[in-house]
T-cell receptor, first 113, second 113 residues
Framework: GQQLNQSPQSMFIQEGEDVSMNCTSSSIFNTWLWYKQDPGEGPVLLIALYKAGELTSNGRLTAQFGITRKDSFLNISASIPSDVGIYFCAGLTGGTSYGKLTFGQGTILTVHP | GAGVSQSPSNKVTEKGKDVELRCDPISGHTALYWYRQSLGQGLEFLIYFQGNSAPDKSGLPSDRFSAERTGGSVSTLTIQRTQQEDSAVYLC???????????FGDGTRLSIL
């Protein structure tokens, strides 16, 4: 089946540093989504990407949909303590898979004040 | 309500019992999804509803799992004869359509003793 390889698995950074994480796949995706999950809560949508090459920002977050449609990255600039959480990439292929999202394994982000 | 609502938030039950989990999607969202998240893992797709029908049930792990959706709104996920490996967080999401971003509830944390 389809798999998304997300890296790194975890990151420990100082407040104010920039962060980068990415997802790659052997399959093509038509939509890439990035979610953040806090303990005891469901994932919250951060950014949605719909076109190959698309670069989208949401505040301090920037994400890109890779040209090959097989990868995406998420950058967080000037990290703050509330950025702590687990970040997931997710891909949507469409077609007979309809709305089935395939998720990466997550990146655990820790920010030291 | 404004977001996806799931109940109960926590459920502890004995092995062999049946459990029923409920999801109330965002008003107007025609697509509804169930996912399962095991400790420290990404999300695993279970089933997708468009209206009251389920075009994709491919993720249901066994015939002990079933789901229904009535009136194009509330959905219930039923697990019969629960096993310890069923312990996980069960997340529900909804979207305006299958190719639109999915918004998640906070999940039901199921523990099988």
């Amino acid at each position: 089946g389809q798999q998304l390889n997300q890296s790194p698995q975890s990151m420990f950074i100082q407040e104010g540093e920039d962060v980068s994480m990415n997802c790659t796949s052997s399959s093509i995706f038509n939509t890439w989504l990035w979610y953040k999950q806090d303990p005891g809560e469901g994932p919250v949508l951060l950014i949605a990407l719909y076109k190959a090459g698309e670069l989208t920002s949401n505040g301090r977050l920037t994400a890109q949909f890779g040209i090959t449609r097989k990868d995406s990255f998420l950058n967080i600039s000037a990290s703050i303590p509330s950025d702590v959480g687990i970040y997931f990439c997710a891909g949507l292929t469409g077609g007979t898979s309809y709305g089935k999202l395939t998720f990466g394994q997550g990146t655990i982000l820790t920010v030291h004040p | 309500g404004a977001g996806v609502s799931q109940s109960p938030s926590n459920k502890v039950t004995e092995k062999g019992k049946d459990v029923e989990l409920r999801c109330d999607p965002i008003s107007g969202h025609t697509a509804l999804y169930w996912y399962r998240q095991s400790l420290g893992q990404g999300l695993e797709f279970l089933i997708y509803f468009q209206g009251n029908s389920a075009p994709d049930k491919s993720g249901l792990p066994s015939d002990r799992f079933s789901a229904e959706r009535t009136g194009g709104s509330v959905s219930t996920l039923t697990i019969q004869r629960t096993q310890q490996e069923d312990s996980a967080v069960y997340l529900c999401a909804s979207s305006r359509g299958w190719n639109q971003p999915q918004h998640f509830g906070d999940g039901t944390r199921l523990s099988i003793l």
